[in-house]
């Protein structure tokens, strides 16, 4: 099991999917947006490579070559009447035959702000006055000295309650997701219309989007980011190990090159994770523990994000605060994370997986230190408005700038039997578990947190056990996937009173 105790690569499709996303003029929409949306901004950003030159500025110096010929070649009327057919008869061929003047599909590989996108999922456009009055108003500044924060993975589990968190007591937020299909995009929909709900938006669009995130922080002047957006699953890796590469490290370095650039500096708070102490055995696991051991790709791309930063941090004087969650779990939580998956399945009926440690230091059965949401959510508030200013400009440093690490976690870790016997106990339905000795995947078999210096320098206290967080959980899912079972459930306790706690044994009603 990994740090976030995700699922097997293969998440099944889930039982309700929101109307979402693909309009039948979407092509249309996008390509308008596209050539409605204004140049980005010119003057603060450093300097950067040369582009490649585009195909329409070739196809200019084509022409005026063809049309410089046809005005110096003949005198005779009949030879210059045959010459200039001529090169009219090439103009037309170099304008039909451009790429240039052809409709760019949305998709074409070529396309410079869909370079490192992974995602054919996303139905991505930006631009346009209309579009940059929705980000001014949804990163506007509603109570006196409160932040405006840009959330990355927005739509993300973690994402969703961070801003909602930070809209409610008055702060600018705008979100950025790309939507991706890691796990379904219907419950991204679903967290992005909540939000929306609440005067948030969320912009469709890549970390890895450079032209993008320039548009983002000229429009808006984010004091802070709240970075959230990343591949998160240990197993995924076996199948798609680019992916985390893309988003973790070279998307990372696309957003923190923006944040360098923007004038001001936002400070970055930004979602790294209990992975990284990998084979560490020393519990809890401190701040100051070994992380030089990941066993897994995720957490390699972690903690390669930790150095990066270390970098931006040091060098343009960048606010950085890396906080190391672990297994955040709650209402509208991701499907690929066991408590999730093992939710899904014992109500179908389905037989469970659960791991049993080969043996070693800790136990035999997997253990998790679980981590109710809004736990996590106050850690990330918190870290926001301690940040301390960056003190970059036009690229360069001018100060020191905090450079932090914190661990979120709730300091009691609970083995995963544990978790299944809380499920049946809130499902009522018994599971059927089926107990396997842990395979080599990347998963660590033991999480347990120190948050001594969150408690702190953060006022970090988390204060919810995991039978409090997983019965949110539960109330939530049924709500969600499961409105009719959910309503049973209510009129059952409704009538029975509180104590009626007996497993019904069987998966039908559930299903
Ligand atoms: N949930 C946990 O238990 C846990 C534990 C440790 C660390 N983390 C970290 O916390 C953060 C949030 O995790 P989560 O559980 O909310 O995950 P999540 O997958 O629900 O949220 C991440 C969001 O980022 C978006 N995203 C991914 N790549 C993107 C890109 N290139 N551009 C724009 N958006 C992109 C995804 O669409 C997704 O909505 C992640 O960085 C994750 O690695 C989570």
């Known amino acids: 099991m990994t740090a976030e105790l995700d699922a097997p690569v293969t998440v099944r499709p889930c039982a309700r999917r929101p109307a979402c996303c693909h309009h039948a003029n979407a092509m249309a929409t996008i390509y308008a947006a596209r050539h409605l ?19 329409r500025s070739s196809t200019t110096t084509i022409t005026t070559t063809a049309c410089r010929r046809a005005t110096t070649t003949p005198r005779c009327p009949s030879k210059l009447a045959f010459w200039s057919v001529c090169s009219l008869a090439l103009l037309l061929a170099f304008i039909l035959l451009s790429p240039s003047s ?27 006055a209309a579009w940059e009055k929705k980000v001014r108003a949804s990163a506007r500044v509603r109570r ?13 589990f973690v994402g969703c309650h961070a801003a909602a968190a930070l809209r409610r007591r008055g702060d600018g937020v705008l979100g950025l997701d ?29 970390i890895a989007d450079a032209e993008l995130l320039a548009k983002l922080f000229d429009v808006a002047p984010f004091t802070h980011v ?50 990284v102490y990998g084979l560490n055995s020393h519990v ?8 030089d051991r990941p066993a897994s790709l995720y957490a390699a791309t972690k903690k390669a994000g930790e150095e990066i930063a270390h970098v931006y941090n040091h060098i343009y004087g960048l606010s950085l605060t890396a906080l190391r969650f672990f297994t955040v779990y709650g209402p509208w939580g991701r499907p690929d994370m066991a408590y999730f998956f093992f939710t899904r399945d014992i109500l179908a009926g389905q037989p469970i997986t659960v791991y049993e440690s080969a043996g070693g230091t800790h136990q035999t059965t997997i253990s998790r230190d679980f981590t109710y949401i809004d736990d996590i959510v106050k850690g990330c508030v918190a870290a926001l408005d301690t940040a301390g200013r960056s003190t970059g400009s036009g690229g360069k440093k001018r100060g020191q700038a905090p450079f932090r690490t914190y661990n979120l976690g709730n300091t009691s870790p609970v083995p995963v039997t544990q978790l299944v016997d809380l499920l049946e106990k809130l499902l009522k339905v018994k599971a059927v578990r089926k107990v396997v000795k842990m395979p080599r995947n990347g998963d660590v078999p033991y999480t347990h947190a120190n948050v001594s210096l969150a408690q702190r320098e953060l006022g970090y206290r988390p204060s919810t056990d995991l039978q409090t967080g997983l019965k949110k959980f539960v109330r939530w899912y049924l709500e969600y996937y499961h409105p009719e079972l959910a309503e049973k459930q209510k009129h059952r306790s409704s009538n029975n009173g509180k104590g009626s706690r007996g497993h019904n044994g069987s998966s039908s009603s559930a299903r």
């Open 37 to 55: 949306r204004s140049p980005a901004r010119p003057a603060r950003r450093r300097p950067r490579a040369p582009r490649r030159r585009s195909s």
């Open 102 to 128: 052809a409709p760019v599909p949305r998709s074409a590989p070529e396309s410079p702000r869909r370079s490192l996108h992974t995602s054919a999922s996303s139905t991505a456009s930006w631009g346009g």
């Open 178 to 206: 790309n939507f991706n299909d890691y796990y379904d995009p219907a419950l991204k929909r679903g967290r992005a219309a909540l939000l929306a709900r609440s005067g948030v938006y969320v912009v469709d669009g890549d």
């Open 144 to 156: 006196a000295r409160g932040l405006s924060v840009l959330v990355t993975g927005a739509a993300g």
């Open 226 to 275: 709240l970075h959230l957006a990343a591949q998160a699953g240990v197993r995924h890796a076996l199948v798609d190990p680019m992916s985390y590469v893309r988003a973790n490290v070279a998307g990372l370095v696309a957003l923190l090159e923006a944040a360098c650039a923007a004038s001001p500096q936002p400070a970055i708070v930004w979602a790294s994770s209990s992975s």
């Open 284 to 291: 809890p696991f401190s701040e100051h523990d070994r992380t």
